[in-house]
């Protein structure tokens, strides 16, 4: 059986779906992936801990949508991860921020209606945001002409995945 994160990634990255149900799914979830972070960054400092199914109804929405925010958010949390690649709907879960981090992937995701909150501006300074935002943009892949692309490099197309999960994958 399929577990939570499997079915979520093949719902929004597979091909069950034609290209119109696929934006739908996505503009769906985009829309209460930023409600959730309304929630969680007016109180940045709150620990937010329950099962998968807990979460989904405390911020509205359906587990597979959850399983895709804990997800997305997973590396830019304090210091763990939650366990999403094994978890099921009765697993806990923990949603602690780092905020440098949270934003600096938020940048990264090119999630411009996140890291655009307006709660951002009383959790970190607006030059700070600026400096993580500059930092963000100059971490981008360096191509060198004429090297040898291996595997486990960096994607020369800048996506900032291995080349093998990236452009390298049909290659």
């Keep these: 059986m399929a577990t939570l994160l499997e079915t979520w990634r093949n719902l929004a990255y597979g091909d069950g779906l034609d290209d119109k149900k696929k934006e739908e799914l996505w503009n769906g979830y ?3 992936e930023k409600g959730i972070y309304e929630q969680i960054l007016s109180a940045p400092e709150q620990v937010v801990e329950g099962t998968v199914k807990e979460l989904a109804d405390k911020y509205h929405t359906e ?11 997973n590396e830019s949390l304090k210091g763990y991860e939650n366990p999403i690649e094994t978890m099921d709907e009765n697993t806990v879960v923990k949603i602690e921020i780092d905020p440098e981090k949270l934003y600096y992937n938020m940048v990264e995701a090119k999630a411009s209606w996140l890291y655009g909150l307006s709660q951002w501006d009383s959790i970190l300074s607006e030059e700070r945001r600026k400096e993580l935002y500059k930092e963000q943009k100059a971490s981008g892949t360096v191509r060198r002409e004429g090297r040898k692309v291996y595997p486990n490099d960096p994607c020369p ?3 900032g995945k291995k080349y093998k999960k990236c452009c390298g994958k049909n290659a």
């Design 63 to 73: 587990v597979l949508i959850m399983t895709g925010f804990l997800d997305g958010i």
């Design 30 to 32: 985009f829309q209460i």
């Design 157 to 159: 197309c800048g996506s």
